[in-house]
């Protein structure tokens, strides 16, 4: 099915530990995001790609790091896990920058960090 | 500034009665407008848009909202709960000539045997 991948689904990190999560859009989408939610904050917008080749900081960028591998891959990086990453991360895509198309998101990952 | 406030945090309703989830918006121009919905465990799902055509917009599983600029307004409604409507609703305004995306807070929609 069409739609955005993300991997993996559940993830356990001890503190201090790194890891990447993977995304990905088969929609030919030019931009993509990564989200996190916790719990009374809603959606908060760590990093965005508006396009291929270029990224950009969003609200809570801090902790991580991001690469847009290419057209159809955003992924997500974290150097040295802290608890307060604890959390589910979303990706979404849209086709273009312009905030108005909406997003496509994915399942989501669950990240406890211990 | 621009904001997104979702009035209620949780509504609870009996199945076959009608659903309404409040969202106001806040903002110098009309933004465009997105309902989403969180069932557990799964990502967000679009459900209805609004882009400054029609003012009442349809969306999937029977879901309408109506735009009401006079009131700053974008309220989620449905005439007929049913069990699987269950889940957790945002409102998402987006403001165009830019890239800034609000997420409302979020209202959870319990339903009712």
């Known amino acids: 099915n069409a739609g955005v991948t993300q991997t993996p689904k559940f993830q356990v990190l001890k503190t201090g530990q790194s890891m990447t999560l993977q995304c990905a859009q088969d929609m030919n989408h030019n931009s993509m995001y990564w989200y996190r939610q916790d719990p009374g904050m809603g959606l908060r917008l760590i990093y965005y790609?508006?396009?291929?080749?270029?990224?950009d900081k969003g609200e809570v960028p801090n902790g991580y790091n991001v690469s847009r591998l290419n057209k159809r891959e955003f992924s997500l990086r974290l150097e040295s896990a802290a608890p307060s990453q604890t959390s589910v991360y979303f990706c979404?895509?849209?086709?273009?920058?312009?905030?108005?198309?909406?997003?496509?998101f994915g399942s989501g990952t669950r990240l406890t960090v211990v | 500034a621009q904001s997104v406030t979702q009035l209620d945090s949780h509504v609870s309703v009996s199945e076959g009665t009608p659903v309404l989830l409040r969202c106001n918006y806040s903002?110098?121009?009309?933004?465009?407008l997105f309902w989403y919905v969180q069932h557990p465990n799964k990502g967000l799902q679009l459900l209805l848009k609004?882009?400054?055509?029609?003012?009442l917009v349809k969306g999937i599983n029977g879901f309408e909202a109506e735009f009401k600029k006079s009131e700053t307004s974008f309220h989620l409604t449905k005439p007929s709960a049913h069990m699987s409507d269950a889940a957790e609703y945002f409102c998402?305004?987006?403001?165009?000539?830019?890239?800034?995306?609000?997420f409302g807070a979020g209202t959870r929609l319990f339903v009712k045997a």
């Open positions: 903002s110098s121009y009309s933004p465009s």
């Open positions: 609004y882009t400054s055509a029609a003012t």
């Open positions: 790609s508006a396009s291929e080749g270029t990224t």
């Open positions: 979404a895509s849209s086709p273009r920058e312009q905030a108005n198309y909406g997003y496509t």
């Open positions: 998402v305004g987006a403001y165009t000539g830019g890239f800034k995306t609000i």
